[in-house]
């Protein structure tokens, strides 16, 4: 079935980096938008980023932008999240998800299974 | 950025109860809003999308309904395998942004 893998969480001290990477599997990974959800321990969902199917168009939220790049490879069915300058408080699980359509105008109808990163001295 | 407000944040219920859950934004979405079902430990489930449509393989007991800033996810019927967090996002603009949750726990 449809599939999304990520991988490449984490520990890392405050001030490190770290990549992200998801593979997606069974369906045409270059028709869809693309985004990064993460949840911190006991908490909500927070959007991190999406782009666009032939990644032209990528967004951020302020809480990470200029921190993180998101980007993607449809040869290779990836998707790619860059974090640099890592906080404490982007310690979370990173979830990929898939938007349902070719544009953002859908919820997330696929998600990978998370992949922890932890940011700590 | 849109601020997404759900209530409750906590809802006790019995199998076989209907129960209804409230998203509201602070301008205006149009329909552009998704509810989604979150178990411990699990990525989140899409249930629902563009407000009212109901996700392909959801059970026709979710339904959603609204326009605008108010919003309104309902279980017709509670099914233990319900018993969950439901959190409501819009996608109308950038920042996308989530409602805080509503935990439905077994009365």
């Known amino acids: 079935q449809v599939q999304l893998v990520e991988s490449g969480g984490g520990l890392v001290k405050p001030g490190g980096s770290l990549t992200l990477s998801c593979a997606a599997s069974?369906?045409?990974?270059?028709?869809?938008?693309m985004s990064w959800i993460r949840q911190a321990p006991g908490k909500g969902l927070e959007w991190v980023s999406y782009?666009?199917?032939?990644?032209?168009?990528?967004y951020y939220a302020d809480s990470v932008k200029g921190r993180f790049t998101m980007s993607r490879d449809n040869a290779k069915n990836s998707l790619y999240l860059q974090m640099n300058s890592l906080r404490v408080e982007d310690t979370a699980v990173y979830y990929c998800?898939?938007?349902?359509?070719?544009?953002?105008?859908?919820?997330?109808?696929?998600w990978g299974q998370g992949t922890t990163v932890s940011v700590s001295s | 950025d849109i601020q997404m407000t759900q209530s409750p944040s906590t809802l006790s219920a019995s199998v076989g109860d209907g129960v209804t859950i409230t998203c509201r934004a602070s301008?205006?979405?149009?329909?552009?809003l998704a509810w989604y079902q979150q178990k411990p430990g699990k990525a989140p489930k899409l249930l629902i999308h563009k407000a009212s449509s109901l996700q392909s393989g959801v059970p026709s007991r979710f339904s959603g309904s609204g326009s605008g800033t108010e919003f309104t996810l309902t279980i017709s019927s509670l099914q233990p395998d319900d018993f969950a967090t439901y959190y409501c996002q819009q996608y109308n603009s950038i920042p996308w942004t989530f409602g805080q949750g509503t935990k439905v726990e077994i009365k």
């Open positions: 069974r369906f045409i990974f270059s028709d869809y938008y």
């Open positions: 998800a898939r938007v349902g359509s070719s544009s953002p105008y859908y919820g997330m109808d696929v």
């Open positions: 782009i666009s199917s032939s990644g032209s168009m990528i």
């Open positions: 301008q205006s979405i149009s329909s552009w």
